[in-house]
């Protein structure tokens, strides 16, 4: 399967827990995105990396949200202090950086916090 | 206001006949325009793409964009029982060239046997 991946799929916590997800993005891809979608709405983007480094954040990323992508591959989006209005479907997508309107999703994962 | 407008459904069609999707948006700095289908608790799979105005066919799948009215269009052919997923628009300005995209909430659609 050369598409994006994540994992979880899905995550169960309690407010107030850490959590941590990963994207695999397709591998020649250098651009990685990541997207929060609630019920009933479509993605809003949170962050961008190209490459390693994260050049664009949201200001829906709160302090308690960080992304990193070392070496430029997988990457890991962390929230910490759950709150229950981080419960949302926390999807990845990834592009190469000449054809950035191309952007593939992975299957998401969806966040429940308790 | 958002940027993207999108009715949100449900739009049910039979199958065969012809589905017609809209977005409405209000800033003229989009170029880059976007379809995704999005079956249910599934990532977003692009469709199709188009730049600045014009007609994109592709297979049962046509797209239009109508920049001097801030309007784009999805159309399907021969619609399937398949064919029922929410399906997204997005677009992005140049200025936003890495790819920063505007969604829009999504129509949801049913096509019934």
């Known amino acids: 399967d050369t598409g994006v991946s994540q994992d979880p799929r899905h995550k169960i916590t309690k407010r107030g827990q850490n959590v941590t997800f990963r994207c695999d993005p397709i591998s020649e891809h250098n651009r990685l995105y990541w997207y929060r979608q609630t019920l009933g709405q479509g993605p809003e983007f949170l962050t961008y990396?190209?490459?390693?480094?994260?050049?664009?954040k949201s200001r829906l990323l709160s302090d308690r949200f960080s992304a990193e992508r070392p070496k430029g591959s997988f990457s890991t989006l962390e929230i910490q202090r759950t709150e229950q209005g981080d419960s949302a479907m926390y999807l990845c997508?990834?592009?190469?950086?000449?054809?950035?309107?191309?952007?593939?999703f992975g299957p998401g994962t969806r966040l429940t916090v308790t | 206001q958002k940027e993207v407008e999108q009715d949100p459904g449900p739009l049910s069609v039979p199958e065969g006949a012809i589905v017609s999707l809209n977005c409405t948006y209000s800033n003229s700095a989009f170029q880059y325009f976007m379809w995704y289908r999005q079956y249910s608790r599934k990532g977003p799979e692009l469709l199709m793409y188009t730049y600045s105005s014009g007609n994109k066919e592709d297979g049962r799948f046509t797209a239009q964009v109508d920049k001097s009215s801030k309007y784009i269009s999805l159309f399907i052919r021969d619609s399937q029982p398949s064919d029922s997923a929410t399906y997204l628009c997005a677009m992005s300005a140049t200025t936003d060239s890495w790819g920063k995209f505007q969604f829009g909430a999504g129509t949801q659609v049913v096509v019934t046997p």
């Open positions: 990396f190209q490459n390693e480094a994260q050049l664009e």
């Open positions: 997508a990834s592009s190469l950086g000449f054809r950035s309107y191309e952007q593939y």
